[in-house]
């Protein structure tokens, strides 16, 4: 009886995982925070992942803040060795069925070029599930992308003929073109353009801005997030 309780268990868990619909724009914001940092995010769908690292001890540490972080895990050991075994089981996709990549939004907490030296190091490790980047342009697919916020590091990455990871940018520089061919999004707090909180309809002026920012965005190819 016991045995056959196991099994239904399973089968249910299995059942379960399999009915996962992923949000295409779902963003898990400051994931790390979670009871369960990365399964939380992935058994409910969402689609990118965001995750802060300082550099601490020649790791990259995963935190919010500098306290603790010697008591704190790194990015490999909580996240990067947990969805590549994901993608191995599903057959190299982090979604059963569904081939559109994850994004891993990464903020740099500490220097932007120290820290993205040593992430660059990290993630060569993972080379078989990351796409690869000419600039702004995969020149090979992974169902992962690496997306850097934060302290980010455009020289470095302009600098470089291919890498992991393309930047998350700052909506004020939609009208600079000097670092377009490393942005992949640009972001910023819904706030600093909007006063509508989502209750009622939404000024008529304030939707236009909002329309405006979208395909300006869109217009240069870029993706954008509130």
């Not at 990118?48 to 690292?53: A, L, W």
């Not at 569904?98 to 993205?116: D, H, R």
């Not at 000097?178 to 819904?190: A, F, G």
Request: hydrophobic share 35%; proline share 4%; aromatic share 10%.
């Amino acid at each position: 009886m016991k045995k056959a309780l196991t099994l239904l268990f399973l089968f249910c868990a299995s059942f379960c995982l399999a009915q996962v619909q992923p949000i295409q724009h779902g963003h898990a914001h400051n994931d790390y925070q979670h009871e369960h940092p990365l399964f939380d995010a992935l058994d409910n769908g969402f689609t990118s992942i965001e995750i802060d690292v300082f550099l601490h001890n020649n790791q990259l540490i995963v935190s919010h803040d500098c306290t603790g972080l010697n008591k704190k895990p790194a990015i490999d050991s909580l996240y990067l060795n947990a969805i590549r075994e994901r993608i191995k089981q599903n057959g190299g996709v982090v979604y059963k069925g569904y081939s559109t990549p994850v994004i891993l939004m990464v903020e740099l907490k500490t220097s932007a070029t120290e820290t993205y030296t040593k992430l660059k190091e990290v993630l060569a490790k993972y080379k078989d599930v990351l796409a690869v980047y000419r600039h702004d342009s995969i020149i090979k697919p992974g169902p992962i992308h690496i997306l850097i916020t934060g302290n980010q590091p455009f020289e470095e990455v302009m600098k470089e003929d291919s890498g992991f990871a393309t930047i998350d940018a700052g909506m004020k520089r939609m009208n600079d073109t000097k670092y377009d061919r490393v942005i992949t999004r640009y972001s910023d707090q819904w706030c600093s353009h909007f006063n509508w909180c989502g209750k009622g309809t939404m000024p008529k002026k304030e939707r236009a801005k909002l329309d405006s920012l979208v395909a300006q965005a869109h217009q240069k190819g870029k993706d954008i997030r509130f």
